[in-house]
């Protein structure tokens, strides 16, 4: 099989895998997680590339986030406007932000991008939870229109399963796209050595300029897709914990891989969900099972249990 | 075709590079000499526009290279293969040569990048054996091939190789300059840094002999070559040595 020949099937397996796990869930509780999952991977799936690919890291993604939900909130609840006007608006913000925190931060080398991006959270959040005329504050935005296409309704569970990891899907071609680019192995060169990089003509800033306004609007784009799923949002979902939980997404999957983000994603997401039988003890487990992870699967999840996958293999060949 | 003057490189409030000029005229093979720590990289960087901070002047082919950045020099026609060679080791063979392309890619000659690359494996038929294993795995000769690959891969007019036979074999560091001497008789310009001076001056047209960030001795290679010979007979010493004693 080529290699191509094998990605077509693969994507053609995810598809039916999702259009699969769509038809047969019939509890609205598990397709409300497994929607949250899509919108946490497309967190992931930004985020990734900016932190596996190019290197650097964000502390205040969930900023993003909240600047592309905040953005379709005030533009289709408040003034009127149509969720599918409001979206590329709500991206074209996130990205312009993120050109304007990215831009005197990334021309210093090291970690600068991960303290910009750290104090501009904060700020971020701030703003959103202060700024009761636009944002409702505190209390959060209520209102939110769901989104339809023509006589469709989306806001079945259903079917915004589907749109969710539809979009993902389309998400993850793009990256991949981007990856196999010759952008993508510029952005390997870069985490490998970026002075090598530079010494063959590879304009470092400007790649991992546009690295992070991508992963920002990438960020906004699941911030949409989750207004519009749950109607009502509050400074809260886009605090610093939350963006912290981006990177943790990123790490325990196992950076710069793609199938990565999406377990990390899955794994963060369904943890709460399944801790709550812990009550009180609900923090210190998750707190274990991440550090377990760490400590057994350095590399991440997709490592590791690829690694796993191999010696059970090797020992059965023995 | 490139002309540096009076250029002066700092770190920081330290001068490593105190006033050097240089020139290298077209279709020569011009070496930089001299001990660890003279400042020979510093000088290389500098031209390639991967240091900052430098005064005075350097420009190629009458054009001032003043506050241009890498990738721009690097388009300009200015090829460097670094000091350490610093291919990328993750990443295969021929992902190393095709992002010696990089700034070509822009300009959409997909079709002549892949003529290149041919050309080159026919160069070094060792990196078309190789082609899908990553870089890392490659020993240090033919890791210093692909550097030189990669660096061939931007269609330099100049080509400037920082310590090309470091930690290389003799044998290895002979197909090297070979290798130069190849390229030159093509009709390419080379600036070659290195601090195996005899092996240099052979195979140079003229050099230049640099000690703590000064020029201390230019000239004919020959001539150089020969005065080499002159410090050897006196101090009973390499070069090399004698200036490492004193660096
Ligand atoms: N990054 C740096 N920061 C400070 N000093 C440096 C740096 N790189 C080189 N130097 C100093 O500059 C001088 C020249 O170094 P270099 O150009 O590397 O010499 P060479 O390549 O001839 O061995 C040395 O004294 C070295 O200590
Ligand atoms: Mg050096």
Known sequence: MTPSLKKGVAYALACSAIAGIGLAATNPYHLQVMTFIGINSLLALGLNLLMGY??????GHAAFYGIGAYTTAILTATYGLSPWLSLPMAVAAAALVAFLVGMPTLKLSGYYLGMGTLGFGMIAFIVFREWDGVTGGASGFVGIPP??????????????FYLVWGVLLVAILVCRRIIDSRTGRALRAIHDSENAARAVGVGTMHLKLQVFVFSAAVAALAGFLYAH????????????LMSVRMVTMVVIGGMASIWGAILGASLLTLLPEWLHAFSDLEM????????GVMIVMPQGLTRGILDLYERARERHER | MLQVKNLRCYYGRIMAIKGVSISVRRGELITLIGANGSGKTTLLTAICGLLPAWKGDISFEAESLKGMDPPAIVRRGISLVPEGRQVFAPMTVLDNLRLGAYTRYRRREHREIEQDIAQITELFPILGQRADQPAGTLSGGEQQMLAIGRALMARPRLLALDEPSMGLAPLMVEKILDTLVRLKADGLTILLVEQNAQAALKIADRGYVLETGKVVLQGDAGDLLSDVEVKRAYLGKDYEEFYDGRG
């Open chain 1, 54 to 59: 190019a290197g650097q890291i964000s502390l």
């Open chain 1, 284 to 291: 210190v487990v998750y707190g274990l099972i991440m550090m």
């Open chain 1, 147 to 160: 989104l339809a296409v023509g006589p469709l309704n989306l806001s079945s569970g259903r079917n915004y």
């Open chain 1, 229 to 240: 799923y749950v109607s009502f949002i509050s400074p809260g979902t886009f605090d610093f």
